[in-house]
């Protein structure tokens, strides 16, 4: 896999025209934060369609995994799925057959805009499908243990490390903890191991530097409110 850096941020402004504003940055992804964002699927389908012509990668974070959520959000035309709390190898298949037609349980439609709204035969329908990414977070104690097994299964694209949630379940406060920082680096070190996207959420670029020289490669960078409220602070102190 190339090392070269894949960038993005999450979006949790219920807003297409953010996700258009965003693709003029040369960002290469937004992820579209529908677990900790007021995201319901006609605004995801509107965001989705906004990142699509604007030549971004769209990638939902799913509030749960279930195939009815995983279904509505594939048919949507999303690059992929982030799928927090994926503590185990077999919760890993799991998310990977709903995600899946063939070897898998994904329900088919031609209609949605993944398909081309019918007008792909259902072959080359089925080929774009199953080209679906699926990113795995790790943000417990047992999803390190497990970040090997979990790298190794089939359709797994990458893992994620969610720090903070990670530091909560180790019973600690802050993801810059020596303990957590370990725990991020084994994670790291498996999914390369596996040939996965290595990936992690970064305040900024001084964090993304860091974990980069550590073999991070797929970096959701800060957000679109944080984005908008640094900038605004910037104006409000400017002197």
Not at 92 to 116: C, T
Not at 171 to 178: I, N, Q, V
Not at 190 to 197: E, I, L, V, Y
Request: aromatic share 6%.
């Amino acid at each position: 896999m190339t090392r070269q850096l894949k960038l993005g941020t999450f979006v949790k402004t219920a807003s297409p025209h953010i996700v258009e504003v965003l693709g003029t940055t040369g960002l290469h992804f937004v992820c579209l934060d529908a677990e900790h964002a007021p995201l319901d699927r006609a605004m995801l389908d509107l965001m989705v369609l906004a990142a699509r012509a604007s030549g971004l990668q769209a990638f939902i974070r799913i509030a749960e995994a279930s195939p009815s959520v995983v279904l509505s959000c594939l048919d949507l035309g999303a690059t992929g799925l982030l799928v927090p709390h994926v503590d185990s190898a077999e919760q890993a298949r799991d998310v990977v057959a709903m995600a899946r037609y063939r070897g898998g349980v994904r329900g088919y439609s031609s209609s949605p805009r993944f398909a081309g709204y019918g007008s792909l035969g259902m072959k080359e329908a089925l080929r774009i499908g199953d080209e679906a990414q699926v990113i795995c977070q790790i943000e417990s104690g047992a999803a390190v243990t497990e970040a090997e097994a979990i790298a190794a299964v089939p359709g797994v694209a990458g893992l994620f490390v969610g720090r903070a949630d990670l530091a909560l379940s180790m019973g600690l406060d802050s993801p810059r903890d020596p303990r957590v920082l370990d725990a991020t680096r084994h994670v790291l070190a498996a999914a390369q191991k596996a040939g996965k996207f290595a990936g992690m959420f970064v305040a900024g670029n001084a964090e993304r530097d860091e974990f980069a020289a550590l073999g991070a490669n797929w970096f959701i960078v800060s957000s679109d409110q944080t984005l908008l409220r640094q900038a605004a602070q910037a104006i409000a102190h400017a002197n």
